[in-house]
């Protein structure tokens, strides 16, 4: 078995070696060659043609299901590592490297210069990062209000520009989260990191932590106050409008079921633990869920429901609820939310009979709104009036990413706040 040597850099006369893991890798120091000035041309040929401008456009389309649980932490930690004094250029750079990664996975990014005068410093495999960042990648975070950063790029930060490749052994100066820096570096180089999810992903934590959607957060929150009292009946009715009518209902849905459960466990009408809400698109039986909905005593599921929109025909969905309930044999009430028209057919009562009875599970298959009720009618109008202006500041906070601990919402959240302020300055009038 190889000794594993400690990371280091060798710098010799034209070139670098880079150690790590019984590995190396060499940078050689000169012209840029035939194959990176290719990828560089390509590279700036797909940014000409749109190309972060068509990834902001669809933003709300993608899958972040397919980023891997340690890469959102990475990239997490990385965004919140920004503060009014430091973090941004490290985050400009990381979101440049994601992107030139994502066009030309062949590419190094540690290498970030490169070029043909015979003059001036340069990596033969290099690009000129400083050039795509202040004519594509700055102006586009800028522009867009995802960044606050120097008009002239994040690399007119002298200490990005040193003549060394970004490595753990990068001795600049830096200030701000260099460790998260610099292992998305590493990550994207050895391949853990696949380039375009991510992408997808650290562009939507930019969205939702920009100063255009924290003031839009802000100013919908503060609507809240100012609405007359509302009933549990005009609450539903209000929430399912919107889930109807705003952008991705599904989503909207899952979230209005799960914001109603904030309210009742904030109340202690609920006594049981409410689990944290799901990802959208997460793979349940892999992430050991019930439903998007669950109540937990200590670590057993006891009580699950999962939210199911314009899907009104649940049998094949019951088949895969009996599944799940193999694996949780805590669980006693599991269900499905329907938004409306939920279809008893002959064959799915049978079938949720028969299950009930092999599981032992009270399995029930509900219309929002009779949910709605099942949940609040043994309130009183006192209990009932307090959890319906809970709802709905759960829901408002909930897409203003103020309740990230127990509702992460991954998804850009601004045109669902748009849409729940205007409804919200309609009821304060």
Not at 311 to 329: A, G, H, Q, R, V
Not at 375 to 399: P, Y
Request: hydrophobic letters at 40%; charged letters at 25%; a negative charge.
């Amino acid at each position: 078995m190889k000794k594993k040597h400690e990371i280091h850099l060798d710098v010799y006369k034209n070139r670098s070696e880079l150690h790590y893991d019984n590995n190396a890798v060499v940078f050689y120091e000169g012209q840029t060659n035939e194959d990176a000035n290719n990828r560089y041309s390509f590279i700036r040929q797909q940014l000409d043609n749109g190309f972060l401008e068509k990834l902001y456009s669809n933003i709300t389309t993608y899958d972040f299901s397919k980023v891997s649980p340690e890469t959102k932490i990475l990239l997490d930690k990385l965004v919140n590592g920004i503060t009014s004094e430091t973090g941004r250029a490290l985050v400009g750079l990381a979101f440049l490297q994601i992107t030139i990664k994502s066009l030309t996975p062949s590419q190094s990014i540690r290498l970030h210069k490169g070029s043909n005068r015979r003059n001036g410093f340069s990596w033969v495999d290099g690009i000129p990062m400083r050039v795509l960042d202040n004519t594509y990648n700055t102006p586009f975070l800028r522009e867009k209000g995802l960044l606050n950063i120097n008009k002239d790029g994040v690399m007119m930060t002298r200490s990005l520009a040193e003549n060394y490749p970004y490595s753990q052994l990068y001795k600049a100066d830096m200030r701000g989260p260099f460790a998260e820096w610099i292992s998305v570096v590493d990550a994207l180089e050895d391949g853990s990191i696949e380039p375009l999810p991510a992408l997808h992903y650290f562009l939507s934590l930019l969205i939702n932590r920009s100063n255009k959607f924290e003031a839009l957060a802000d100013e919908t929150c503060a609507i809240l106050p100012k609405l007359p009292a509302l009933s549990i009946d005009e609450t539903t009715s209000i929430l399912s409008n919107f889930f109807n009518q705003t952008q991705y209902s599904a989503r909207a849905f899952e979230v209005v079921i799960h914001s109603l459960m904030q309210a009742l466990c904030s109340e202690h009408i609920v006594e049981l633990d409410l689990v944290p809400l799901s990802q959208m698109r997460s793979a349940n039986k892999k992430h050991g869920n019930v439903g998007d909905i669950e109540l937990r005593d200590g670590k057993i599921i006891v009580e699950s429901w999962d939210a199911k929109y314009g899907k009104p025909y649940l049998y094949e969905e019951l088949s895969e609820l009996k599944d799940k309930l193999e694996f949780n044999p805590g669980v006693q009430t599991a269900g499905f939310i329907v938004d409306s028209n939920l279809m008893l057919k002959k064959e799915v009562v049978e079938r949720q009979k028969e299950y009930s009875i092999l599981t032992g599970v009270s399995i029930q298959l509900m219309e929002f709104i009779d949910w709605v009720k099942f949940e609040t009618e043994d309130l009183s109008k006192k209990q009932q009036s307090k959890v319906a202006s809970e709802w709905l500041k759960a829901v408002v906070e909930t897409f203003s990413r103020k309740r990230i601990d127990i509702a992460p919402l991954d998804e850009p959240c601004e045109e669902w706040l748009n849409d729940l302020k205007k409804i919200l300055l309609s009821l304060a009038k």
